[in-house]
Nanobody
Framework: QVQLRESGPGLVKPSQTLSLTCTVS??????????WGWIRQPPGKGLEWMGV???????YYNPSVASRTSISRDTSKNQFSLHLTSVTPDDSAVYHCVRVTQAPDGSNWYISNPKFDYWGEGTQVTVSS
């Protein structure tokens, strides 16, 4: 059973960088053909893909946040992290990490809503001064 758990600050000030970490157990983030992603859900809105990292470290970002977003990983700890710079109150959301079973396809991959089979319970992030 694969389990994902998000961790990070619940409150971030505007203009700061948000960093969240997803710790994965029950499966390796380097297992071939699996991808690992971040999704967020602002209050009252739908899910929004932030980005995805492949088993071999390639990354795919939603263009709407690409200039501010990066995903990194620590394979020794079986973790991957989301970094979002210059946050504003609009970045307030519940952030989930997920295991993606479908390779991002093309520049509009985030619109096709890649399939995922495991996800963390999510962590609430509020951007406020």
């Amino acid at each position: 059973q694969v389990q994902l758990r998000e961790s990070g600050p619940g409150l971030v000030k505007p203009s700061q960088t948000l960093s969240l970490t997803c710790t994965v157990s029950g499966g390796s983030i380097t297992t071939i053909y699996y991808y690992w992603g971040w999704i967020r859900q602002p209050p009252g809105k739908g899910l929004e893909w932030m980005g995805v990292m492949s088993y071999d470290g390639n990354t795919y970002y939603n263009p709407s946040v690409a200039s501010r977003t990066s995903i990194s990983r620590d394979t020794s700890k079986n973790q991957f992290s989301l970094h979002l710079t210059s946050v504003t109150p609009d970045d307030s959301a519940v952030y989930h990490c997920v295991r993606v079973t479908q390779a991002p396809d093309g520049s509009n991959w985030y619109i096709s809503n890649p399939k995922f089979d495991y996800w963390g319970e999510g962590t609430q992030v509020t951007v406020s001064s």
